[in-house]
């Protein structure tokens, strides 16, 4: 199966916050019962911290699912103080964990001479942000926490990757390490690297999910053309107390760039996921995803299938 485009995408674009030209692909998270995103915004002015071209982060919320209302104001800018001073720090690509009642949000930091790193921050109202601290080496873009210890540890999908900016060649696999205390961060083990035409050149996490059936991640995948890079999106199974252990594995792409939106916007050629949110009463599962780096789009679809079909089309070489 593939996913269900929403037939009113592009659900958020730059008309919907004024000033805007761009909006990035959402964290996203469920508060307070209710469905709620962080965007990016790109504003045409520097009204935040007087940078051109800058970047925002905004919370959205919804009663429905698909109509959202956008704060205007940000619920962060970017912060280049101590301990980030040598990096600037980037509101975008936020990979959002709950655990209990707090919110953990990995988001990266950059710089061309440092690379780019991965800072965690958290929240419990989605109000007031709190910065922990920069939790990953460079180059790593971005470190997903699982929602729950596994064998005492907190343990993340990590995405560590190479650039050859000669020949534009680029590989990102994905790892996993774990850690006592979300700070420091050991036991590295690779997991999974690009294995499919969709995925040929870098692969990278979002937050896994928790399933009866084992700890489902979708992914992004890229794949390179004359014209650029080409990012879809597909899925992964993990083994429930053994997340080393890939057990599904969707052979092709569950959703890729196919419509207007998906083309026609400052990257085309982009559907590109930073999380998922499953409701297994409902057996669904929803992508709230970016759109050619422009746009917000929805993609809906049985979780339960999903599932399946990672098990069905698990690689014969990866078992
Ligand atoms: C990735 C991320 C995404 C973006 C994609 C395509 O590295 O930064 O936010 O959608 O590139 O530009």
């Not at 996490?205 to 080409?230: D, Q």
Request: aromatic share 10%; hydrophobic share 35%.
């Amino acid at each position: 199966m593939r996913l269900q485009k929403y037939s009113g995408n592009p659900i958020i674009k730059p008309e919907d916050f004024p000033g805007s030209y761009a909006i990035f692909n959402p964290g996203q998270a469920v508060y307070d019962g209710k469905i709620l995103l962080l965007v990016p915004i790109c504003h045409k002015s520097g009204k935040y911290c007087g940078q051109e071209n800058e970047i925002t982060a905004h919370v959205a919320t919804t009663e429905d699912g698909v109509n959202f209302n956008i704060k205007p104001e940000p619920f962060f800018v970017r912060d280049n103080t101590v301990p980030y001073s040598k990096v600037s720090m980037q509101c975008i690509d936020f990979r959002i964990t709950q655990i209990e009642d707090t919110y953990y949000i990995i988001h990266p930091g950059c710089s061309d001479q440092w690379g780019t790193i991965g800072i965690l921050s958290k929240t419990k109202d989605f109000k007031s942000l709190e910065h922990i601290d920069i939790i990953s080496l460079p180059d790593n873009r971005m470190p997903c926490l699982f929602p729950e210890k596994i064998n005492g540890k907190f343990v993340r999908l990590d995405r560590p990757y190479r650039v050859c900016p000669n020949d534009y060649h680029e590989m990102g696999n994905i790892w996993l390490s774990s850690s006592p205390d979300m700070i420091h961060w050991g036991g590295h083990r690779p997991l999974l690297q690009p294995f499919s035409y969709w995925a040929t050149t870098k692969i990278g996490p979002t937050p896994p999910i928790k399933t009866e059936a084992g700890w489902l991640v979708i992914i992004h995948g890229v794949s390179r053309s004359a014209t650029g890079h080409r990012y879809s999106i597909g899925a992964m199974l993990l083994d429930i107390d053994d997340p080393l252990k890939i057990i599904g594995l969707t052979c092709g792409d569950i959703l890729s760039p196919e419509e207007p939106y998906e083309f026609n916007g400052i990257v085309p050629n982009v559907c590109f996921p930073a999380g998922s949110l499953a409701f297994p009463e409902k057996d669904e599962i929803r992508i709230y995803y970016g759109c050619s780096d422009t746009f917000i789009g929805l993609a809906t679809g049985s979780l339960s299938e999903l599932i399946q079909q990672c098990i069905n089309e698990m690689p014969k070489k990866l078992k």
